[in-house]
């Protein structure tokens, strides 16, 4: 077993770099092999079976705080330093507007809901994104401290268990890492599992299907641990569940991670980077995964944010648009519940360098599918999109909604470290709008 750090991709203002450090064959930073997850998993599953729904969520993250008025509440009313500075485009909704940058998805609105009261109170990257995907503020993780609460797709793993028992899919896939993802005290057992980087490409041993059913072989076609693990002779001592772990990578469970079994043409559709993981979230929630989380960074824009927007928004224009038509087309709709987000929005004025500032008192959401009441707009901005007019819409509330869509108790408790019965959801209700 061994790290990986996959290189920066982005850097947010406060210094903080987005780094994955991967471990082969396991999940992110917890240290788990796949065979320990399986073993475990196992045990936990056992003890705590729990009813399953079969929808899922796709939760997109825009790391780095996405500018609410040029993604979905452009004002074009409002005086000109606090108007889209990449305009507006009409959506397929009468008198529903939204960013100048994203005319597909505006297309697609009727898809789509987009939410302009929605707001918490931390504008710090590291506070702001454990707020928005726990539901909980964590002021230390401003300094850098991890999660104290768990993040929503490991309570689904406790809940569900943390493998589809059909397929042996993970309940909980990431594409990358994000602060507040994690299972904090929930458990290792129910961290995601992890398929940046090189744990995506050691599920794919680089020898022929003959030389598969040689171990030896095997171990020569997963990168680098396979001289280690002949040294040591490891492969004699296999257990059932380290077997289990090699049978996932040898099995058709497998080749839902690789969207080279998409036709050529929706793999275009969807295009590279952004795209491709879009395509990939498409396909595990369509094989039974419940909660997939994709990451796309490079939205803190303290400067020139219309060459930031012209340069971000058409990447998520065109995979978020492709993902809505794809999953639509497969009758996915009603199952599949995409939510848009970042840590908080950005403030209402320009300043002096043509950005906007870190601001969480009005933030950045939409949500398509997961049998939603969708093709609205839910509450509203003041003038110059400075706070909620109409009452906040909170992360515990959002918290709540997708707790619905997934079938959670929002009286769900688990015991914390101290033996504490814990409630997941504090205080959130599910958004009436969308019920």
């Known amino acids: 077993m061994f790290d990986v750090s996959i290189s920066r991709r982005w850097t947010d203002c406060d210094g903080s770099t987005r780094r994955d450090f ?59 330093e606090f108007r889209s500075v990449t305009g507006v485009v009409k959506t397929n909704i009468p008198g529903i507007s939204i ?15 987009f939410v302009r009261s929605f707001a ?24 850098g401290a991890g999660a104290n609460k768990p993040g929503i797709g490991a309570i689904l793993a406790r809940y569900r268990g943390p ?15 994000i602060l507040g993802d994690g299972p904090a005290w929930l458990g290792a057992p129910y961290a995601p599992f992890d398929i940046g980087g090189r744990t995506r490409q050691n599920m794919t041993p680089q020898v022929s299907v003959d030389r598969l059913n040689d171990r030896r072989a095997l171990l020569h076609g997963i990168d680098d641990v396979n001289r280690e693990i002949d040294r040591t002779g490891l492969m004699d001592g296999l257990d059932s569940f380290e077997s289990q772990a090699f049978d996932l990578i040898l099995s058709k469970a497998r080749e839902t991670f690789d969207i080279k079994h998409e ?53 998520v224009d065109q995979a978020v648009s492709a993902f809505l038509e794809d999953v639509h087309e497969r009758g996915l709709s009603q199952n599949v ?3 848009i987000t970042g840590e908080f929005g950005r403030t209402p004025r320009i300043n002096g360098n043509a950005g906007r500032d870190h601001w969480a008192p009005l933030s950045t959401l939409a949500l398509a599918g997961g049998g939603l009441k969708m093709g609205q707009v839910v509450g509203e901005s003041t003038a110059k999109a400075e706070v909620p007019k109409s009452t ?7 918290m709540a909604t997708i707790f619905h869509v997934l079938g959670i108790p929002q009286d769900l408790h688990y015991k914390d470290p101290t033996g504490r019965p814990t409630p997941m959801i504090q205080g959130g209700k599910p958004i009436a709008e969308l019920i």
């Open 22 to 80: 991967i471990k082969i064959g396991a999940l992110g930073l917890t240290g788990l092999t796949l065979a320990d997850l399986n073993r475990t998993r196992a045990a936990t599953q056992a003890k705590n079976p729990s009813p399953t729904r079969n929808t899922s969520v796709v939760w997109l993250w825009l790391g780095g705080g996405p500018t609410h008025v040029e993604t979905f509440d452009p004002k074009p009313e409002a005086p000109v």
């Open 263 to 315: 036709p050529a043409k929706l793999i275009e559709k969807y295009g590279t980077g952004l795209g491709q993981q879009m395509l990939l979230a498409r396909r595990l929630v369509e094989a039974g995964v419940g909660f997939v989380t994709v990451s796309f960074g490079g939205w803190d824009m303290h400067g020139n944010i219309k060459a930031g927007m012209e340069r971000n928004g058409p990447k």
């Open 99 to 113: 960013g100048g940058t994203f005319p597909k998805l505006a297309a697609h609105a009727d898809k789509m809901a």
């Open 163 to 177: 493998n589809n028992p059909a397929t042996g899919l993970p309940t909980y896939v990431r594409t990358s890492s």
């Open 120 to 143: 918490h109170r931390n504008s710090g990257h590291g506070g702001g994104t454990h707020w928005v995907m726990t539901g909980y503020n964590f002021v230390a993780a401003d300094n």
């Open 337 to 339: 519940l995409l939510v």
């Open 392 to 398: 906040p819409i909170s992360p515990q509330d959002l």
